[in-house]
C-alpha cells in the first residue's frame, strides 16, 4: 500500500472520530442534516475536498478560486441555500477545467460579515478544510 493510499485512510478515520465527536457534543441532531456527495465516480479529481464549516455561523455564499485567478467568479451555493453551522459538503471540480491546486476562499455569513483566505490550500494534498471562527485548517 502506497503512502498516500495509508495517509487517505488514516484521514477518513481521524474525520469520522472527529464527526461522531461533534454529534456526540451536538446531541447528535447536526450529523443528520450533513449533506451527502454524489455517489462515488470512477475517477475523482485530484482538487475535491470536503468543505466543512465549523464557524458557529450560518454561510450565505462561499467562493472557492485557484489563487492564480484574480477574481472569485460565482458563490458554490445555490442561490437561496446557506451552509448551517456544523454543517459540510465534498466540493467537486470539472476534470476539463485546468487550474492548479492552490485554492483560495471567500466566505460571506448571513451577517454580511466577509472572511477571505487567500493563502492558496493546496487541495491535492488535502481531504477536508474547516473552518472556524477566523481560522481556516486543512486535513
Keep these: 500500500m502506497g503512502y498516500l493510499t495509508s495517509r487517505k485512510r488514516t484521514f477518513g478515520i481521524v474525520l469520522g472520530l ?3 465527536a461533534m454529534a456526540a457534543a ?10 451527502h456527495p ?6 475523482l479529481d485530484a482538487r475535491d475536498f470536503w468543505f466543512l464549516n465549523g464557524t458557529g455561523r ?21 442561490s437561496g441555500v446557506a451552509l448551517g453551522p456544523r454543517i459540510g459538503f465534498l466540493v ?6 485546468v487550474s492548479s ?8 455569513f ?12 493546496n487541495t491535492c494534498n488535502l481531504h477536508a478544510v474547516i ?8 486535513y
Design 18 to 20: 472527529m464527526l461522531a
Design 58 to 78: 450560518q454561510i450565505n455564499q462561499i467562493y472557492v478560486a485557484p489563487h492564480e485567478q484574480t477574481t472569485w467568479g460565482n458563490s458554490i451555493l445555490p
Design 110 to 121: 448571513s451577517t454580511g460579515a466577509v472572511e477571505t483566505y487567500t493563502g492558496g490550500f
Design 131 to 138: 473552518f472556524t471562527p477566523n481560522h481556516a485548517m486543512g
Design 26 to 35: 451536538a446531541g447528535g441532531s447536526w450529523l443528520e442534516n450533513l449533506t
Design 101 to 108: 491546486c492552490a485554492m483560495d476562499f471567500k466566505l460571506v
Design 38 to 43: 454524489k455517489p462515488v465516480q470512477a475517477a
Design 92 to 97: 467537486t471540480f470539472n476534470g476539463n477545467v
